[in-house]
């Protein structure tokens, strides 16, 4: 079983919707979750970091985080275009400390 | 903000050549990765470095050593380069996690597209 485990799409929604991205996570002590967005060609951005259980906020993004069911989704308010990218979901390594595993990605289109 | 730098976005180099991958970050930051990412794979950790002078092996060290003499700075060399080490190269760093805490987000450099033919 992989560390982090990501449905790799294509996702894709129209504008306007709600984008919904899931990420399933093996280790029950992981403590730290990133969303990250990657444009074709370019690197990683992190836009979203979670530690707690619960939503996190920020702007049209929402990170959720549910440690009994190990899992760690982001929604996207009002999809625009330029959200079509492939999203990383990245948790915590224990066997290092400051490791992080990265899932596989899903690649999002948002359709005009 | 955070800036990574890395040395060149793209690189072509033959079968057998040493390859030099540079990376810099102006932060501070205590940590420093470096990644490979290929199609289907996703990001493969190759070393990781989390003070002056030290390095740890990640999952995919073979053929790639590393070298950090300076906090900014942390070089991936590839002694002989083969055409199964074509990839996207990326660089990260982070703070240091403090004692049991959970770690930092990492951030992360342009990347480096390596072709060896």
């Known amino acids: 079983q992989k560390e982090v485990e990501q449905n790799s799409g294509p996702l894709s929604v129209p504008e306007g919707a709600i984008a919904s991205l899931n990420c399933t996570y093996s280790d029950r002590g992981s403590q730290s979750f990133f969303w990250y967005r990657q444009y074709s060609g370019k690197s990683p951005e992190l836009i979203m970091s979670i530690y707690s259980n619960g939503d996190k906020e920020d702007g049209r993004f929402t990170a959720q985080l549910n440690k009994a069911s190990q899992y760690v989704s982001l929604l996207i308010r009002d999809s625009q275009p330029s959200d079509s990218a492939t999203y990383l979901c990245a948790v915590n390594s224990l066997a290092g400390a400051n490791n992080l595993f990265f899932g596989t990605g899903t690649r999002l289109t948002v359709i005009p | 903000d955070v800036k990574v730098t890395q040395s060149s976005r793209y690189l072509v180099k033959r079968t057998g050549e040493k390859v030099f991958l540079e990376c810099v970050q102006d932060m501070d930051h205590e940590n420093m990765f470096w990644y490979r990412q290929d199609p289907g794979l996703g990001l493969r950790l190759i070393y990781f470095s989390y003070d002056v002078k030290m390095k740890e092996k990640g999952d995919i060290p073979e053929g790639y050593s590393v070298s950090r003499e300076k906090k900014e700075r942390f070089s991936l060399i590839l002694e002989s380069a083969s055409t199964n080490q074509t990839s996207m190269y990326l660089c990260?760093?982070?703070?240091?996690?403090?004692?049991?805490?959970?770690?930092?987000?990492?951030?992360f450099g342009p990347g480096t597209r390596l072709t060896v033919t």
């Open positions: 990260a760093s982070s703070l240091r996690t403090s004692g049991r805490g959970p770690p930092y987000e990492q951030y």
